[in-house]
């Protein structure tokens, strides 16, 4: 079992920056491929990045590229997205989610074997 525990959302002016943590418990963090989703109200839950565990090689959604980036430190067994230049259509409640090594789409929810509970991010205009 992983646990995984977000933090660090809150309300940000469009234009704005804010950085997210993914708190890693039990199993061992280094292990596991780790991303990024999110759910904005009335939407279905969309991936946004992603990061290998074994090189750190990432993986962005178009709508993110060049204003997200997602990492990791395992040495304190957390993830992290790093958002800037926010957007209104960024609001949404962000999850980090973690799967053992599968070659499994990295963009479906179903791909993933541990979600955290979420962190709510708001852009206001």
């Known amino acids: 079992q992983v646990q995984l525990e977000e933090s660090g959302g809150g309300l940000v002016q469009a234009g704005g920056s804010l950085t997210l943590s993914c708190a890693a418990s039990?199993?061992?963090?280094?292990?596991?491929?780790m991303a990024w989703f999110r759910q904005a109200p009335g939407k279905e839950r969309e991936f946004i990045a992603y990061i290998i565990r074994i090189d750190d090689s990432t993986y962005y959604t178009d709508s993110v590229k060049g204003r997200f980036s997602i990492s990791r430190d395992n040495a304190k067994n957390t993830l992290y997205l790093a958002m800037s230049s926010l957007k209104p259509e960024d609001t949404a409640v962000y999850y980090c989610?973690?799967?053992?090594?599968?070659?499994?789409?990295?963009?479906?929810?179903?791909?993933?074997?541990?979600w955290g509970q979420g962190t709510q991010v708001t852009v206001s205009s």
């Open positions: 989610a973690a799967r053992r090594p599968s070659t499994g789409n990295v963009r479906t929810e179903i791909s993933y074997d541990y």
């Open positions: 039990g199993r061992t963090f280094s292990n596991y491929d």
